[in-house]
């Protein structure tokens, strides 16, 4: 891409990809229910391209901070299910530990319950 084709917005390809989706169900769902997203502003109505430009660009934004905080939350929530399961891990460790220690115990206790039995 030649610098003076340059987007002023960075655009990741996760977002890329997000805002492809999101155009195309704000295409199949018609205008009017693009209004019903909080946060997005029916871009079509400006007849001046700048404004337009500028509309479409504030969605962008838009989409991106939602993006944004729904990776995060989505990171929280990878976080925390992986310390469960590292707790959970280490917790059979644990209880794996002592059902061998218990085992242990029980063979000896039958073995030395086998001689005595026997005389």
Known sequence: MTPERQRPWPIRPVA???LRVGGILLVAL???TAQDIRGLEVCTAEKQMERRTSCLQSNIEFLQQALTKFARETQEKITAANRDLAAARA???TLKSAVTKL???LTQLKAKSEPSGKK
């Open 16 to 18: 890329t990809q997000f």
């Open 91 to 93: 917790e059979i460790g």
């Open 30 to 32: 018609g205008p009017a």
């Open 103 to 105: 085992t242990d115990e």
